[in-house]
């Protein structure tokens, strides 16, 4: 059976209408959270009243993105032991977050990243800073979960013209906006819990097919991709297949590496989520079982990425009209037939849906709270009119999302993450970092900090051969660059963390020293604050 007709075969009439089931669902879910959403606390922050659990189910729903699903398995099925290290990096990374921001930040700020690092600043342009680097890491994290939507529709429908993917990623776009104008933080909340269950369900269910197609031996299946891959099969097994064996390509691993682990404490859709919760002490416990949850999740990929490789092949999944990312879709139905792919299309889409939503909800708040209330208002908005400002920046970022995602459709989605990762690791973490331990820390250091980084960091991947510049591929004709059939690349790395990370963090060093402004007296009460939670939102004495 040819791939087309596989994919024929898999019945589109099914397939939308399990997705437009939980469509349905969800909106009906996100209607009823929002009669509860009056104020901006609501709007925001879902009146800080989900759970620790509850929030760790959100955050792993908002974390196992498209990427995650469809870009690491994809990346497993073609590359082996490389494509699973993204999954190490993704994972590593929550304990940097553990550990230095969750419990902190909770206690320190109110609605978004910008509170707590204006806390001890000068409010209007750390505010202004703080917006500006949100807004560009949720862009580029946007553009990757667009172009998985649009990579999905082309396996699941058979729709391959460019046009009518595009017309597939406005209706995702539409979908995704209606769930934020409608339900805010506290309706989006539920989608994320709604969709980690399926998520981690799913996934688990495939798993356990898949092992019990090889006895439940591990090295059965590794020993069935190696063998289903002919001769490249035995480099599936140990590193150096998708990161070669050269100085540049180490090295760009190790970027790349950096970047995973320290850029998820500097995610603004996940940092917003510790807001949720009514107390420091629930952030924490939310953070646990979102590392529970996502680890689980990556042992999964594991499996089923390899299962992709050795039941349907790398050729046949590189062929497909998703290219990497249709491994996990592929498998499912070559597992369960065309009602199991629907299922699973079902859920790629809902991830699709519930990370965008959460995405945009941010970068909203962000604008509304930050720039408006407090840059332009100074202070004195109302807060019906700052959620009136998040509502319209939302139609706005969704807008620009659906071209964004148009025009990366077709990248592989786990590599656009990292980029994502890259410009948060440089842009957000030292500034937040610094904010939280160094008192010597001034406004200076973190304009420095903030704008310096998102500068170098866009700078480099504007110029890496991730853009332009990576040789053509005889069999798909195609280069793997964004841009094709031009070159102006001169930065060798395809992730910049390596270069752009330290630099942020030296640049924000030298903006501090090089300024003499201190407020002594914010930061002490900062650190009382951050510790110990006393004057925080719906703060209790223990």
Not at 131 to 155: C, D, H, I, K, N
Not at 378 to 391: I, Q
Not at 495 to 500: R, T
Request: aromatic content about 10%; proline content about 3%; hydrophobic content about 55%.
């Amino acid at each position: 059976m040819t791939l087309a007709a596989g994919v024929e075969g898999s019945s589109p009439a099914l397939n939308i209408t399990i997705f437009g089931l939980f469509v349905v669902v969800t909106l009906f879910v996100v209607f009823r959270a929002s009669r509860n959403t009056k104020t901006a606390s609501d709007y925001y922050a879902a009146g800080r009243a989900f759970t620790g659990p509850q929030n760790g189910v959100a955050i792993a729903g908002d974390y196992l993105s498209a990427a995650s699903f469809l870009g690491i398995a994809g990346a497993i099925a073609v590359y082996g032991y490389d494509g699973f290290l993204y999954s190490i990096g993704f994972l590593v990374a929550w304990l940097v977050a553990l550990l230095l921001v969750a419990e902190l930040l909770r206690n320190t700020g109110k609605f978004t990243m910008g509170d707590v690092l204006a806390f001890r600043m000068k409010q209007r342009p750390v505010r202004a800073a703080a917006a500006t680097s949100t807004l560009a890491v949720s862009f580029f994290y946007l553009l990757a979960q667009m172009a998985g939507a649009g990579g999905l529709v082309a396996l699941l429908l058979g729709i391959e013209s460019k046009a009518g993917q595009a017309v597939i990623i406005v209706i995702v776009g539409i979908i995704m906006i209606a769930y934020v104008l409608i339900g805010g933080m506290k309706g989006t909340t539920w989608v994320q819990i709604i969709k980690a269950a399926l998520l981690i369900v799913g996934a688990l269910a495939m798993t356990l097919w898949v092992l019990g197609m090889y006895g439940f031996n591990l090295s059965s299946l590794l020993q069935g991709a190696v063998d289903k891959a002919g001769k490249a099969g035995e480099a599936l097994l140990g590193p150096g297949n998708q990161y070669g064996k050269t100085g540049t390509t180490k090295l760009d691993f190790l970027s790349l590496g950096i970047a995973l682990v320290l850029g998820t404490a500097g995610l603004p859709h996940v940092l917003m989520r510790f807001y949720t919760v009514p107390t420091a002490k629930e952030a924490r416990r939310s953070v646990v079982w979102a590392i529970g949850l996502i680890g689980v999740f990556y042992l999964f990929t594991l499996v089923l990425g390899y299962g992709a490789g050795a039941l349907v092949g790398a050729d046949k999944i590189k062929a497909a009209p998703g290219g990497v990312n249709s491994a996990a879709p592929l498998l499912a139905l070559e597992l369960g037939g065309p009602i199991l792919l629907g299922l699973i299309a079902a859920i790629a889409f809902a991830t699709i849906l519930a990370v965008v939503a959460g995405l945009t909800i941010t970068a909203s708040a962000s604008f509304a709270h930050d720039v408006y209330a407090n840059v332009i208002k100074k202070g004195k908005a109302t807060p019906a009119s700052e959620v009136k400002v998040a509502r319209i920046t939302a139609l706005v970022i969704g807008a620009v999302a659906i071209l964004g995602g148009i025009l990366a459709n077709g990248q592989n989605i786990a590599f656009l993450v990292a980029l994502a990762f890259a410009v948060a690791a440089s842009a957000n973490l030292p500034t937040i970092l610094y904010s939280l331990f160094w008192k010597r820390f001034n406004t200076q250091g973190a304009l420095w900090s903030i704008y310096g980084g998102l500068a170098v960091c866009i700078l480099l991947i504007v110029f890496s051969p991730a853009v332009s510049g990576k040789p053509v591929d005889p069999k798909t004709g195609k280069s793997a660059s964004m841009i094709q059939g031009v070159d102006f690349h001169w930065f060798p790395l395809d992730n910049p963390g390596i270069v752009s990370i330290p630099v942020a963090f030296f640049l924000g060093w030298l903006g501090t020293v090089l300024s003499k402004e201190h407020n002594q007296k914010k930061y002490a009460e900062m650190e009382v604050r951050s510790l110990t939670g006393a004057g925080a939102e719906k703060a209790v004495a223990h």
